[in-house]
């Protein structure tokens, strides 16, 4: 069985900094490790990972309650973007078929975007207490490990405002308006990990905060996929 480790936290946090390193550093131990959503990155050809998100849609609505999960999160969710509506149940479509997909192979599967990233997008510019509710209630795999990755949000204002790609929507808007908006995504990544440990009938992951400036974050990330494999 795969073991699966996803990681989360608000934009700028630095997920896919530390994916990419427990990557190369499992990979360099002699330990067989996927970087899952790598083909859907913005690191990808835009023509090809276009075309690999198409197909991995169509195979994700072949999973079980793909068709609810649609119509829940497209359009009674309240997304207040057009495009969310379609964007946000297909991003979650893709990443819950990736860990059932990932739960079934060997070795270490590792996603810097999984399901409760995507949930917590789903969240932000929605009905967040549906969307929430619609989270506890999905019965999809889940990951083995989550770690939450914390950076304080002056650090993450500073981030954003720095880059050159655009990676998020909070990177177009003004500081303060960034602010308000990473305080209410911490709030509702707070529930979404609490919710992880307290629901029932499905597998609840390890959840693990590590602290997104210190240094020795990957040597600590490496122990804990070690201990809980």
Not at 62 to 87: F, K, M
Not at 143 to 171: M, Y
Request: one cysteine or more; charged letters at 25%.
């Amino acid at each position: 069985m795969g073991f699966v480790v996803e990681f989360c936290g608000l934009p700028g946090a630095g997920k896919s900094m530390l994916a990419r390193t427990l990557v190369a550093r499992l990979r360099l131990a002699g330990i067989p490790t996927t970087e899952v959503m790598a083909p859907l990155g913005p690191d990808a050809p835009r023509a090809s990972r276009i075309a690999r998100k198409v197909g991995a849609v169509a195979r994700g609505l072949g999973d079980p309650g793909s068709a609810r999960l649609v119509a829940e999160v497209g359009l009674l969710s309240g997304q207040s973007h057009r495009r969310d509506r379609l964007a946000r149940p297909a991003n979650l479509l893709v990443v819950r078929h990736a860990v059932r997909r990932a739960r079934a192979g060997l070795g270490v599967y590792v996603f810097d975007q999984g399901p409760l990233q995507e949930w917590w997008s789903a969240a932000l510019r929605a009905n967040s207490d549906r969307v929430l509710a619609l989270a506890a209630a999905d019965r999809a795999d889940r990951a083995d490990l989550l770690i939450r990755v914390d950076t304080p949000i002056d650090v993450l204002i500073e981030r954003l405002g720095a880059r050159g790609t655009r990676q998020s929507r909070l990177e177009a808007v003004e500081t303060a308006e960034r602010r308000a908006e990473l305080e209410r995504g911490s709030g509702i990544l707070d529930a979404l990990c609490s919710q992880l440990v307290h629901s029932p009938g499905t597998l609840r992951p390890v959840i693990k905060r590590v602290d997104g400036l210190d240094s020795a974050v990957p040597d600590l990330i490496l122990e804990m996929v070690d201990r809980t494999r």
